[in-house]
């Protein structure tokens, strides 16, 4: 099993609507969470960070963690087509040990 | 402020033929990052550094080694290429190994191996 599990995707969406992505994780001594987008041909960039549960708001962007159910979802509102892209999640092990999903394909149609 | 260059972007190598991947940055900071980007395998780490003179193992090390001469620069070698090491290749640098602090990634390397 991997350590962290995403859904490729791709997932499209008209523009304007909410968008869900989501992740599992195995280990429930992962304490941070990250969400990544990656443009195409780019490097990942990083969009939010969270720590442990609960919720984290950045504008149109929700991150929330479900420790019980190892469930990490980032929300997006209104979405535009500039937000198409690859959203990668990602924990930390310890320090600098950083653990990627797949990644999460996403189109926001205008 | 360039952030994280890495050169060259393109590349294609026969099997069998050696190069280096470089990687700079400018934001002083301590750790740096070589990943190998695969579809269906996401980001794997394959060696990293936590300062100027130190390297260690990532999860995917075989076939690679690094070397961190100073600070700013962090570079992967691929000693004799196999079609396996076909792959875009990151590399990321940020100030601590620590939650919260940002990795800063590069615009990658894109490598083909015949």
């Known amino acids: 099993q991997k350590e962290v599990e995403q859904d490729p995707g791709p997932l499209s969406v008209p523009e304007g609507a909410i968008v869900s992505l989501n992740c599992t994780y195995s280990n429930s001594a992962f304490q941070y969470f990250m969400w990544y987008r990656q443009y195409s041909r780019k490097g990942p960039e990083l969009l939010m960070y969270t720590y442990s549960s609960g919720n984290k708001e950045d504008g149109r962007f929700t991150a929330q963690v479900d420790k019980s159910s190892k469930y990490i979802s980032l929300f997006i509102r209104d979405s535009q087509p500039s937000d198409s892209a690859t959203y990668l999640c990602?924990?930390?092990?310890?320090?600098?040990?950083?653990?990627f999903g797949t990644g999460t394909r996403l189109k926001v149609l205008a | 402020n360039a952030g994280v260059t890495q050169t060259p972007k393109f590349r294609v190598l026969k099997t069998g033929q050696s190069m280096t991947l470089l990687c700079a940055q400018d934001?002083?900071?301590?750790?740096m990052y070589w990943y190998r980007q695969d579809p269906g395998m996401g980001l794997r780490l394959i060696h990293y550094?936590?300062?100027?003179?130190?390297?260690a193992k990532g999860e995917v090390p075989d076939g690679y080694n690094v070397s961190r001469l100073k600070k700013q620069n962090f570079l992967l070698g691929l000693e004799s290429a196999a079609p396996s090491q076909t792959s875009v290749y990151f590399c990321?640098?940020?100030?601590?190994?620590?939650?919260?602090?940002?990795?800063?990634f590069g615009p990658g390397t894109r490598l083909t191996v015949l």
């Open positions: 550094s936590v300062g100027e003179g130190t390297t």
């Open positions: 934001m002083n900071h301590e750790y």
């Open positions: 990602a924990t930390l092990s310890g320090t600098y040990k950083y653990i």
């Open positions: 990321a640098s940020s100030g601590s190994g620590r939650a919260g602090d940002t990795q800063y």
